[in-house]
């Protein structure tokens, strides 16, 4: 673990199970912009840490202790004006989320983040200004024909890491943390590559 007691950059996720995940990522096929990681639900944008990763990670799961999980439901394809990506909205469960990001990003992980925290879902993007009406036309037709249901259950929080120096490629998911009053838990395999 004396490789891991150093700084880096940290972000909380909520990834997203199929058959709605296996949507998104068929959906992002089909979409211009660049390859977009695994489906998820950005709880705590990336930060540099000021501390080691572990005591961040105790500071983290000091706060999601106090957090049920919830629903969230997602509702349409909107797109974000300063990059233009597309994303499912978030209407259901909204206040939750900041409530959590909010409670997080305070004390030693407090950040000035570069946007304004809006939960969501990324699809893809950035899509060209020629082309963003029509392609977020399309998003939209295939998101309602999907048949998915918009709701799900934020219940884990997934702690990723990205060591100092590392790329985009490089975040490692460290633990997880089930909602609800259940323990969090290390993964069992230690710790795994993730692209974030």
């Known amino acids: 673990m004396e490789a891991f007691e150093q700084q880096g950059s940290l972000a909380l996720v909520n990834y997203i199970a199929d058959p709605l995940g296996a949507f998104v990522h068929s959906l ?9 990681p695994q489906a998820h639900i950005t709880i705590l944008p990336p930060r540099p840490l000021q501390l080691p990763v572990e005591a961040a990670s105790r500071e983290v799961r000091r706060v999601l202790e106090r957090f049920e999980r919830f629903e969230v439901e997602l509702s349409t394809v909107c797109r974000f004006p300063q990059t233009n990506y597309l ?3 978030i209407a259901e469960g909204n206040t939750s989320l900041h409530t959590m990001h909010d409670a997080l990003n305070t004390g030693v992980l407090n950040h000035a983040e570069k946007f304004e925290y809006r939960p969501h ?24 024909a999907s048949g998915c249901s918009p709701r799900l259950v934020v219940d884990e929080i997934v702690c990723l890491w990205l060591p100092h120096g590392g790329t ?22 230690g710790i795994t590559a993730q692209t974030f």
């Open 121 to 144: 879902l990324t699809i893809g993007g950035p899509v060209s200004e020629s082309a963003l009406e029509s392609v977020q036309s399309e998003a939209e037709r295939a998101w309602r």
């Open 168 to 189: 985009s490629s490089d975040w490692l998911r460290l633990w997880s943390h089930r909602l609800g009053g259940n323990a969090g838990r290390k993964a069992t395999a």
């Open 87 to 89: 994303y499912l909205d």
């Open 28 to 36: 992002r096929k089909l979409l211009p912009g660049e390859e977009i």
